[in-house]
């Protein structure tokens, strides 16, 4: 992701709307395609980090774009979580829109037999990280959302297939994937919509920690209608479409954006020699 701000079509969609991004890594996240394309629509954004190597990486980004607001984060840490939504409900008060795209788990877990390699730590931790976390983090930002808000977190197609050594990881997407359904039935009657975007595989600091990461992007290319990789700029065209006016109606969906290879059953046998 080169975070070439052309990328990303400019407007008024977000004009006078601020809303809260976790989990921007580096210029490579997904979460920073998203934001870039918020800001670029218009919105007031605000970010939180985790750590001080993430803080150098991550604050040159968000005052880049004119955004003041870096907020230390903790899920896992229900103090750390209290204290973050603290200062922005301190900062702003109201705020009209969430994006969470928080996911970690031990690296060992994502090689070999899910079985074998997920221990009872790993899964309570990773689910707490991967799934938890957007529960958590949606029901305090309700709190202070304005009616009409909006929310979206970020998935993956391991939630609902095997996939070579996502193990853990696809169990923790499935049960993102449910709470979002959850969530968005929990906030319906005060118009906040909430859905997932499931992206296809990017190359950002999350994916590099998967196992055969070669072998998932070159099937996926070959193997998806659209024969290409899926472009950031691509998911944060679908998260602006989700966050603003225009996917009024919609909620408690998962959005694929990856070209199209979820819909696949048997790829085309000249697509896979292909390259």
Known sequence: MSGDKDQFPTGDLLQGKRGLIMGVANKNSIAWAIAQQLHAQGAELAFTYIGEALERRVRPLVESLGAEIMIPCDVMSDESMDAAFAEIEKIWGKFDF???????TDKEALKGSFIENTTRKIFRDTMDVSAFSFVDAANRA?????DGGAMITLTYLGAERVLPNYNVMGVAKAALEASTRYIARDLGPRGIRVNAIS???????????IGGGR??????????????????????????YLLSGLGKSC?????????????VGIPDEDALQEG
């Not at 909620?251 to 819909?263: A, M, R």
């Open 98 to 104: 969430l994006v969470h795209a928080i996911a970690f």
């Open 142 to 146: 309700a709190k202070m959302m304005n």
């Open 199 to 209: 992206a296809g595989p990017i190359k950002t600091l999350a994916a590099a920690g």
């Open 215 to 240: 072998h998932m992007f070159s099937f996926n290319r070959k193997a998806s209608p659209l024969r290409d990789d899926t472009d950031p700029a691509g998911v944060a065209g679908a998260a602006l």
């Open 251 to 263: 909620t408690g969906e998962v959005l694929h954006v990856d070209g199209g290879f979820h819909i």
